[in-house]
């Protein structure tokens, strides 16, 4: 019995000190490790973020540095081979397929916000946008104050959305309707720009300028106001994974120091496979040389 | 769900909970509004179907078959996107710039209209299960067509099609969530808005799933009763009991 007793508090000893030895690892390193697997969730037509090549296959300036982090883990856990697997997402599944574990890492457009990190972690800041409006040229509108009695389209949940009805309620800018129109993607928002539904489209400058070089006629269309919202891209983790997050981000440090996070956003953006033809910013420059934290 | 963080007190705070209680006030005035053009118009084009004249069930059959067949999310980027551009530029114009709520009014035409083929259906199917011989024995008496399907064979047919009716008057509460995507800011969109926000996307969906059930838990007990109250004591086609 004496035996017994002995056995069973070794074995919960052992047990304890193995949860101990994997305590600074959160559960996605650990995944990492036991199934040689990453899984990276991604978007369609994020351009040229994060969207699905003619090839069908997810790519973009995000989905780069993301695979750079895959290295990085490989490298790190001493694996012989690590497989990328790809999920698409929706932004209405990205969260639950990240805290459920089904993605590790997702690689895309998403804005950090304070109220967003409740629920999951994000990597330092790799992209910097914000908001402005896309008009037809002959429109007349040069900024959100000559929206008055004209029609305002936004997507449904974004930042920008609330950025600009901040904007909207701060300078008390009657615009028509009363309220933004609220659409559910980018393709329905140009559409209500096109069909002349709406007079201009707020969202992130670089999804206008995608927008715009994708469009029919590019030329008919500008990019118009100063930024009135602060939108720093992130790639979303789950919370409480301090080693993968710390991988991460020494990786992207490392990308900057080393210049290819400089290649990287050259390859997508200047001018880039969609042609958006949107130079690195001073701004975005100088958030690259914040993180890049020695060693 | 190892790492997820349950904030349900994010739902009674400003303004999420004014937004679910926004959604949900337009989900049910969707459906109402959309059912208030269905039954009427489904019912007429029901009996259209059943009616001696072949024009007027060619005309019957055309409808349900081109409202019935097509998806209604497909629908109601028609009705949304398309219409405007074929009416007179005039027309078009007033729909895209003048009117008001647009969003709002074309999404209650196109469910009501998807609907009404739904109910023509029903209600052709509850004026088909009488038997012939009693429209044969009404007009043998006198009456007039209108007075056969007044009298004799509407009473029992809605009577016959109140538990499948119930279902489609369901189906209108489901479906006023496909609005979403033209941007009604009904109750799925609310909940996707708070989710969007705050990231507390199964507390969202919770509330939006549990305000759909307590709706058509409604309809179905509202419905139950209707059931009960217009029964015709030792008719067969009330069996369910």
């Given at each position: 019995?004496?035996?017994?007793?002995?056995?069973?508090?070794?074995a919960?000893?052992?047990?304890?000190?193995e949860?101990?030895?994997?305590?600074?690892?959160?559960p996605?390193?650990?995944?990492?490790?036991?199934?040689?697997?990453?899984?990276?969730?991604?978007?369609?037509?994020?351009?040229?973020?994060?969207?699905?090549?003619?090839?069908?296959?997810?790519?973009?300036?995000?989905?780069?540095?993301?695979?750079?982090?895959?290295?990085?883990?490989?490298?790190?856990?001493?694996?012989?081979?690590?497989?990328?697997?790809?999920?698409?997402?929706?932004?209405?599944?990205?969260i639950?397929?990240?805290?459920?574990?089904?993605v590790?890492?997702?690689?895309?457009?998403?804005?950090?916000?304070l109220g967003?990190?409740?629920?999951?972690?994000?990597?330092?800041?790799?992209?910097?946008?914000?908001?402005?409006?896309l008009?037809?040229?002959?429109?007349?509108?040069?900024?959100?104050?000559?929206?008055?009695?004209k029609?305002?389209?936004?997507?449904?949940?974004?930042?920008?959305?609330?950025?600009?009805?901040?904007?909207?309620?701060?300078?008390?800018?009657?615009?028509?309707?009363?309220?933004?129109?609220?659409v559910?993607?980018?393709?329905?928002?140009?559409?209500?720009?096109?069909?002349?539904?709406?007079?201009?489209?707020?969202?992130?400058?670089?999804?206008?300028?995608?927008?715009?070089?994708?469009?029919?006629?590019?030329?008919?269309?500008?990019?118009?106001?100063?930024?009135?919202?602060?939108?720093?891209?992130?790639?979303?983790?789950?919370?409480?994974?301090?080693?993968?997050r710390?991988?991460?981000?020494?990786?992207?440090?490392?990308?900057?120091?080393s210049?290819?996070?400089?290649?990287?956003?050259?390859?997508w953006?200047?001018?880039?496979?969609?042609?958006?033809?949107?130079?690195?910013?001073?701004?975005?420059?100088?958030?690259?040389?914040?993180?890049?934290?020695?060693? | 769900?190892?790492?997820?963080?349950?904030n349900?007190?994010i739902l009674?705070?400003?303004?999420?909970?004014?937004?679910?209680?926004?959604?949900?006030?337009?989900?049910?005035?969707?459906?109402?509004?959309?059912?208030?053009?269905?039954?009427?118009?489904?019912?007429?084009?029901?009996?259209?179907r059943?009616?001696?004249?072949?024009?007027?069930?060619?005309?019957?059959?055309?409808?349900?078959?081109?409202?019935?067949?097509?998806?209604?999310?497909?629908?109601?980027?028609?009705?949304?996107f398309?219409?405007p551009?074929?009416?007179?530029?005039?027309?078009?114009?007033?729909?895209?710039?003048?009117?008001?709520?647009?969003?709002?009014?074309?999404?209650?035409?196109c469910?009501?209209?998807?609907t009404?083929?739904?109910?023509?259906?029903q209600v052709?199917?509850?004026i088909?299960?009488?038997?012939?011989?009693?429209?044969?024995?009404?007009?043998?008496?006198?009456?007039?067509?209108l007075?056969?399907?007044?009298?004799v064979?509407?009473?029992?047919?809605?009577r016959?099609?109140?538990?499948?009716?119930?279902?489609?008057?369901?189906?209108?509460?489901?479906?006023?969530?496909?609005?979403?995507?033209?941007?009604?800011?009904?109750?799925?969109?609310?909940?996707?808005?708070?989710?969007?926000?705050?990231?507390?996307?199964?507390?969202?969906?919770?509330?939006?799933t549990?305000?759909?059930?307590?709706?058509?838990?409604?309809?179905?007990?509202i419905?139950?009763?209707?059931?009960?109250?217009t029964?015709?004591?030792?008719?067969?086609?009330?069996?369910?009991?």
């Amino acid at each position: 019995m004496q035996r017994l007793g002995a056995a069973i508090v070794a074995a919960a000893l052992l047990a304890a000190l193995e949860g101990a030895a994997f305590a600074q690892d959160g559960p996605v390193m650990k995944r990492i490790a036991e199934t040689k697997t990453i899984t990276i969730g991604h978007r369609d037509a994020s351009v040229p973020l994060s969207y699905l090549g003619s090839d069908g296959k997810a790519q973009g300036y995000s989905i780069d540095i993301c695979l750079k982090i895959a290295d990085a883990a490989k490298e790190e856990l001493k694996l012989d081979k690590l497989e990328v697997k790809y999920v698409p997402l929706t932004p209405q599944t990205r969260i639950p397929l990240l805290t459920a574990g089904t993605v590790d890492i997702i690689c895309e457009s998403s804005t950090h916000t304070l109220g967003r990190s409740r629920q999951v972690s994000f990597l330092h800041t790799t992209f910097l946008t914000g908001s402005k409006l896309l008009v037809r040229k002959t429109s007349g509108i040069k900024r959100i104050e000559d929206m008055t009695d004209k029609v305002l389209v936004a997507v449904l949940g974004t930042t920008n959305e609330k950025a600009a009805q901040v904007e909207i309620d701060s300078k008390k800018i009657k615009i028509k309707g009363g309220e933004i129109v609220k659409v559910k993607d980018h393709s329905q928002a140009m559409l209500n720009l096109e069909q002349g539904r709406a007079d201009a489209y707020v969202s992130d400058d670089v999804i206008l300028y995608g927008l715009k070089s994708a469009s029919k006629n590019p030329d008919e269309w500008e990019i118009v106001g100063p930024y009135f919202s602060y939108d720093p891209y992130g790639m979303m983790i789950p919370r409480n994974n301090d080693d993968f997050r710390l991988l991460g981000n020494a990786t992207i440090t490392k990308l900057i120091r080393s210049g290819e996070m400089q290649a990287i956003y050259k390859k997508w953006f200047e001018p880039g496979p969609t042609n958006i033809n949107y130079p690195l910013s001073d701004r975005l420059r100088e958030n690259f040389q914040l993180i890049a934290l020695p060693d | 769900m190892g790492s997820y963080n349950w904030n349900w007190p994010i739902l009674v705070r400003e303004p999420y909970l004014g937004w679910i209680v926004s959604g949900f006030g337009k989900t049910i005035l969707i459906a109402v509004l959309a059912w208030a053009i269905a039954f009427p118009l489904g019912s007429a084009i029901g009996i259209a179907r059943t009616t001696e004249t072949r024009a007027l069930r060619l005309a019957g059959t055309v409808y349900v078959d081109i409202f019935r067949n097509i998806p209604l999310l497909v629908q109601m980027f028609l009705w949304y996107f398309v219409v405007p551009e074929l009416l007179p530029a005039d027309w078009g114009r007033w729909i895209k710039r003048d009117m008001p709520y647009p969003q709002f009014l074309t999404a209650v035409v196109c469910l009501g209209l998807y609907t009404a083929s739904r109910v023509a259906e029903q209600v052709r199917s509850g004026i088909e299960a009488i038997p012939r011989g009693q429209r044969y024995a009404g007009l043998a008496m006198g009456l007039t067509s209108l007075q056969v399907y007044r009298y004799v064979l509407m009473p029992v047919a809605y009577r016959t099609i109140i538990p499948p009716l119930t279902s489609d008057f369901l189906g209108v509460f489901k479906n006023s969530s496909l609005a979403l995507t033209i941007g009604v800011l009904e109750l799925t969109s609310q909940a996707r808005q708070i989710e969007e926000y705050t990231f507390a996307a199964f507390e969202a969906f919770t509330v939006a799933t549990v305000l759909y059930c307590l709706v058509t838990g409604l309809v179905i007990l509202i419905m139950r009763i209707i059931e009960a109250r217009t029964r015709i004591a030792g008719a067969i086609t009330v069996g369910a009991q």
